[in-house]
């Protein structure tokens, strides 16, 4: 597709339930990102990945977040046992080049967690 | 550091001008930028200044940066309704991550 493809749009869970939210990059994108956006909290980073190096995990809140990217292309963002507080919007980004500031941005996928 | 502040509201006639400002941290920043977030959407970048600018100017946008303050603003001429959503200023990726501000939502009033 011609930008970053994010589903599910929206999602509702019962708190204590896993989500699996998925990122389809811009082809040829080497740099994705993960962003959440929570009400009145700006943009909080999650984590990065470059081609095949180790990803930079530090933004994860807690060991119930994980990520992972095959291939150099797809990545799933997974929450393991939900908590309220992880409703938010979840934006992934990519980038040709993570040395410079543009980013496209997908259109986030809302977590809603009950 | 990634300490960037931006003020949260602001509401803007149709026609008038609208400023938006934010204060970044990090003096060694090399390129600033500005993003837009329309509602229900992901974030689309607006325009950047190179640190060695005092003001760029895109259209209807005018980028002014005070490096001394660590001030940049945006400003949008002749505001339009479709120019309603979440601004948000970044300043230059620190080990691979943009740092965003909490960003600014312009409301523009027919």
């Known amino acids: 597709g011609a930008g970053v493809s994010q589903s599910p749009s929206n999602k509702v869970t019962e708190k204590g339930k896993d989500v699996e939210l998925r990122c389809d990059p811009i082809?040829?994108?080497?740099?994705l990102y993960w962003y959440r956006q929570s009400l009145g909290q700006g943009l909080e980073f999650l984590i990065y990945?470059?081609?095949?190096?180790?990803?930079?995990k530090s933004g994860l809140p807690s060991d119930r977040f994980s990520a992972e990217r095959t291939g150099g292309s797809v990545s799933t963002l997974t929450i393991q046992r939900t908590q309220q507080e992880d409703s938010a919007v979840y934006l992934c980004a990519s980038s040709s080049n993570a040395n410079t500031g543009e980013l496209f941005f997908g259109e986030g996928s809302r977590l809603t967690v009950l | 550091g990634e300490d960037v502040e931006q003020s949260l509201f602001l509401s803007v006639r149709e026609g008038d001008s609208s400023v938006i400002n934010c204060t970044y941290t990090d003096s060694s920043s090399t390129y600033l930028y500005w993003y837009k977030q329309e509602p229900g959407a992901g974030l689309q970048l607006l325009t950047y200044i190179f640190s060695n600018m005092d003001m760029k100017q895109d259209q209807r946008l005018t980028v002014l940066l005070n490096k001394k303050d660590k001030h940049l603003s945006l400003r949008i001429a002749d505001t339009q309704t479709g120019d309603s959503a979440i601004y948000f200023c970044?300043?230059?990726?620190?080990?691979?991550?943009?740092?965003f501000g909490k960003g600014n939502q312009v409301v523009v009033i027919p």
């Open positions: 990945f470059q081609g095949n190096s180790a990803p930079d």
């Open positions: 970044a300043e230059t990726p620190q080990n691979n991550r943009l740092a």
């Open positions: 082809s040829g994108h080497t740099a």
